[in-house]
């Protein structure tokens, strides 16, 4: 039996091999892509589960609340751990990860060339391989961060130190402070789907000497949390256990400060697990956005019912040319059960050509394009090692084969055997419906994804060139990255200066948006003082010039910062002073100088300072977030980065001489660099990200609609041969039949534009919400979409329009 129906499924194949090709093409496609959506959201929605204890492990973070103060941190105090796990019997273990942020490493003996600039070395507790699952390539986990000044580095970095030898018991010394570091261990590289990265773990969590005050410990210490924590409990254990025991914890540790200050901290528990997704932490790693998981979800499932729509609107079409078949199989005893088991095998059979084309290709995109570049990710195809895969490719095989021969599978064998020799399905209003709402529905969701497209570009365009207050062309930031350059930072200014190709230098130890802090203040506001949290920078000379940083009420800092440092002296933005009341521009005669009479002190400082001048409100961060009320602090000693402001013209000429010159005052460090507006870009990265992959998927999208188009137009043209020709003898022009083939199509494609439009519209609006200053929604490209869907639509169906059209008339009337 089943050998009949597949040479019933290869007759019929070979038959119309032309739509065969079409279906296989748009099946194979829409597989491809779902394979590769599968790998994506694997790779997202199992962040942190390679760790075999990830049920069992929770991150410990900081919520501080108090007057004029509120801030969330991913990270905890590094008192909390070991104070915890002695209060908490439950907890089975406790690690502290600590970055250790800009680190030179050298391999000794081995000559300058192994001086390597490190930026993902972190401290760790040695209980860390205990709590999180890192494959040992050498060493032994329950020891290797035993002994301080232990290093343990992952199978890249061994590689880059020691190239082919045993990097077991090999030393490493970190450039800075001299010291020696013993390789006790190599680790498998750890995967992209993992927020807890490094490249180098080293022993030993320094504790904090001011956190114990006379054998007594300091409240204070709580309050200042600076490392990420991470607590082993049994399986199954209740979170509500601990904050039930939390209480008597709180009073004795925490609230002696908070008291102090009228504020209040409170401690949650995240899952490891949930970190990636549902964390909302600042000072966290990188995050994940569960709307583009679900964005990508929807639209593999939009391709999949794109290609299954296709399958179904030839099918029907065709059906036609296969009821004679129909009804001389029944006549000869097939049973309505076989029938539609033939035809659902059918469809299956061509699903499963279109899977083995569709893994070729997902070979292709992976491994022969920069598709992994894009995404940042680590995709392969491997079907043996991920069974999730395997099964997932056989499951979308089989969904897009039952589903796709559903409709004709069903319908057409119930069709009788006498209408069925007659070809009665043929001109059926029925069929004709159903290809027209089929054809709608495509059109409907591959305008809609492009219009989706188009805004989302035009959004990442507007955030790109929106104005920040600041300008962050040819700015130069150069890391200092030691003591003895920071000593020299007056020199190094002015020998800088004196080149034509700089403008104007300065030094922060902060940058828009790639690290701004947050710091607690005390603010005078009707004569009392109170706690404020503001961004903060503390900055050197000529902060505001170089940064062209409008002054728009009172005075910079002084040339000589030290009659401004310590206190004395505060610049603030517009929304701080309209945050703390001294300046509304909605008050008629409010003027920002009266702000100037303002007062601020740091939180443990003794005396007030001045606000001596008010600057044009300016981003910070990207521009996902509003302008926050900032404020600049002068500092003497501010290292952190270099900044330069250079001409448009002739930088390569600059950047030589800059390096040459920074190279002198630092022959111990590599010259290294970024340009602000690149880094700044960096902020949108996640989201042009998106958009390109969205960019493509509605290419897909449109593209396999197409297919479906090309194949209605082709039988289209064949199904009216005869009525073009009459209508060619009668005096019809070639425009006039093209017209005639297209009408019904270009109704349908308006029709799915309007559909498509208020879609569209819904999904771009949740979109723009994640964005505090967004793009107007234009119209304008709503039509464009629509114009260009019509115009493709209309160049797809060309080719057999005009081909029927310009046929002889005499061939056209024998046509049978």
Not at 83 to 105: A, K
Not at 268 to 283: I, T
Request: proline share 4%.
């Amino acid at each position: 039996m089943l050998r009949t129906y597949f040479k019933f499924a290869v007759r019929s194949f070979w038959r119309d091999k032309f739509y065969t090709l079409l279906n296989i093409i748009g099946l194979a496609i829409g597989i491809a892509v779902s394979i590769i959506i599968l790998l994506y959201l694997q790779n997202d929605l199992t962040y942190d589960q390679h760790h075999t204890q990830h049920e069992q492990i929770y991150r410990l973070v900081t919520n501080v609340k108090g007057p004029g103060v509120e801030f969330h941190t991913a990270n905890a105090a590094r008192e909390m751990g070991p104070m915890l796990s002695e209060d908490y019997p439950e907890i089975l273990s406790f690690v502290r990860l600590e970055g250790m942020g800009r680190t030179l490493v050298t391999v000794p003996n081995a000559g300058k060339e192994s001086l390597y600039n490190e930026e993902d070395w972190a401290r760790a507790d040695s209980t860390a391989f205990n709590i999180f699952t890192h494959p040992f390539l050498a060493g032994d986990p329950t020891t290797a961060l035993r002994e301080k000044n232990s290093v343990v580095l992952t199978e890249t970095l061994a590689q880059k130190y020691f190239n082919e030898e045993e990097a077991l018991g090999k030393t490493l010394l970190l450039y800075e402070n001299k010291e020696n570091f013993t390789v006790t261990g190599v680790i498998e590289d750890l995967p992209d789907n993992s927020h807890v990265k490094f490249d180098a773990l080293i022993s030993f969590i320094e504790p904090r000497e001011w956190a114990t005050q006379d054998g007594e410990f300091n409240s204070e210490a709580i309050w200042n949390p600076d490392v990420f924590t991470y607590l082993l409990f049994p399986k199954g254990y209740d979170k509500a256990d601990f904050f039930g025991k939390l209480p008597p914890f709180y009073d004795k540790y925490i609230k002696p400060f908070g008291d102090k200050v009228s504020s209040e901290l409170w401690f949650y528990l995240e899952p490891l697990a949930d970190v990636h997704f549902h964390s909302e932490q600042g000072g966290d790693q990188p995050q994940g956005n569960i709307a583009y998981v679900y964005a990508f979800g929807g639209i593999g499932l939009f391709i999949l019912l794109l290609a299954c729509i296709n399958y179904m609107n030839l099918a029907t079409a065709r059906s036609g040319n296969r009821m004679k078949e129909i009804g001389m199989r029944k006549v000869l005893g097939s049973s309505r059960q076989s029938l539609i088991l033939s035809f659902l095998g059918e469809s299956v059979l061509l699903s499963i050509l279109a899977l083995l084309i569709a893994l070729g290709l997902v070979a292709i995109v992976l491994y022969a394009t920069p598709f992994n570049d894009l995404v940042e990710k680590e995709l392969s195809l491997n079907l043996l090692k991920n069974s999730t895969l395997l099964l997932g490719a056989i499951g979308i095989t089989l969904f897009i084969g039952i589903v796709s021969g559903l409709y004709p599978a069903f319908y057409l064998p119930a069709i009788s055997s006498v209408r069925s020799l007659k070809g009665a399905f043929k001109s059926s209003s029925s069929g004709i419906l159903l290809r027209r709402t089929l054809v709608t529905l495509q059109f409907t969701i591959s305008i809609a994804v492009v219009i989706c497209t188009l805004l989302m570009q035009d959004q990442i365009s507007y955030v790109r060139n929106q104005e920040l207050g600041f300008n962050r062309e040819h700015l130069l930031l150069v890391p200092i990255q030691d003591t003895l350059v920071r000593n020299q930072l007056p020199y190094i200014k002015n020998d800088l200066e004196q080149y034509d190709g700089v403008v104007a230098t300065t030094v922060s130890y902060n940058v828009p948006g790639l690290s701004v802090g947050n710091q607690v203040f005390q603010v005078e506001v009707d004569s009392s003082l109170t706690n404020q949290a503001f961004r903060t920078f503390f900055v050197g000379e000529d902060y505001l010039q170089t940064m062209d940083i409008q002054l728009l009420a009172g005075r910079d800092f002084r040339e000589d910062l030290s009659a401004d440092t310590d206190g004395k002296s505060f610049i603030i933005n517009e929304a701080a002073a309209q945050l703390l009341g001294w300046y509304n521009p909605e008050q008629e005669g409010a003027k920002l100088e009266d702000a100037l009479s303002g007062k601020i002190k740091f939180f443990h400082g003794e005396e007030l300072g001045d606000v001596v001048g008010i600057v044009q409100d300016f981003n910070v961060s990207s521009l996902h977030n509003t302008i926050e009320p900032t404020i600049i602090v002068p500092a003497n000693q501010a290292g952190g980065v270099f900044y330069a402001r250079l001409k448009g013209e002739n930088i390569p000429e600059t950047m030589n001489f800059i390096e040459d010159k920074w190279s002198g005052y630092d022959p111990n460090h590599p010259f290294e660099y970024e340009f602000l507006d690149e880094s700044f870009d960096e902020l949108y990265r996640a989201d042009e990200r998106q958009s390109s992959l969205i960019s493509i998927l509605s290419g897909i999208c449109l593209f396999i609609s197409l297919l479906g188009v090309l194949g209605l137009s082709a039988f289209t043209a064949e199904q009216r041969t005869k009525e073009v020709g009459v209508r060619k003898v009668l005096g019809a022009t070639v425009p006039q039949i093209v017209y005639l083939l297209f009408k019904d199509v270009m109704v349908l494609v308006g029709i799915a534009s309007l559909l498509a439009a208020p879609l569209a519209y819904w999904l771009i609006d949740r979109w723009l919400q994640d964005f505090a200053y967004r793009v107007d929604i234009d119209i304008l490209l709503f039509v464009l979409a629509s114009v260009a869907a019509l115009l493709i639509a209309f160049a797809t169906m060309s080719f057999h329009s005009v081909k029927a059209a310009r046929r002889n008339p005499v061939v056209s009337l024998r046509y049978e």
